[in-house]
């Protein structure tokens, strides 16, 4: 798809995408923008995202979020993945997943109420068909609300909190086999450490994300076997 010279927005997306090897149709890139413009336009209000240059926020949201993606199709190897974001915020990187993966099944999970109808509100405008909005504290959370009522495959974070938090009140929502999967800025070694016993850190892989110098790194996690 050539880039469109009318819409600047659009051509860095394009660009972004085919700097992290995806291929990004018409249909995904109309999506991702029109996530964006409405971020844009909520967040004058109600407070979204600290990002207010709509530029910034392009680079500093979108495409940090789209830099998650070869990484996880790697892991998914082809499977249809089951993915419920915490502390989701303007649906990052939740809405972003939801888009790039229309077979998969992603729910988002935020506390406050503005942002889970914010994210709510991209389901149904966008529309991201695939993209489910729940509000409550994680914790809280039913795993029978999982699609197939048997947790879910991966569960990932962006910003939300400590690894160990992280893992400890999400634990009774990972399916059987599933992992976590946090995204962070420099690799968190004092956070590794302090992890519960029973947790183990299998892979950390550091990010390049197009447009931003920022240190970036992807932790995976899993629950160890059971003997």
Partial sequence: MNEPASNPTRARLLRAAQALGLALDEAAAAQLQA?????????????????RDPQEMLA???????????????????????????????????????????????????????KASFVRQVAAEVPVRNLRALHGRVEALDPAQAPGASGYDLIVSRAFASLADFVTLTRHLLAPGGVWLAM????????VAALPADVTVFHVEQLR???????????????????
Avoid: F
């Fill in 35 to 51: 996530h964006l413009a409405m971020l844009q336009r909520w967040n004058r209000v109600y407070n979204l995202t600290a990002v």
């Fill in 184 to 191: 962070k800025g420099r690799a968190p070694d004092d956070e």
């Fill in 209 to 227: 994300v197009p447009e931003l110098a920022a240190q970036r790194c992807l932790v995976w996690l899993r629950p160890h076997a059971r003997a």
């Fill in 60 to 114: 500093h949201h979108v495409l940090d979020c789209l830099a998650v993606l070869p990484p996880l199709r790697r892991y998914a190897a082809g499977r249809s993945l089951r993915v419920l974001d915490v502390g989701s915020g303007g649906g990052l990187p939740g809405a972003v997943i939801a888009i790039m993966q229309p077979e998969w099944q992603v729910s988002t999970v935020d506390a406050v109420a503005k």
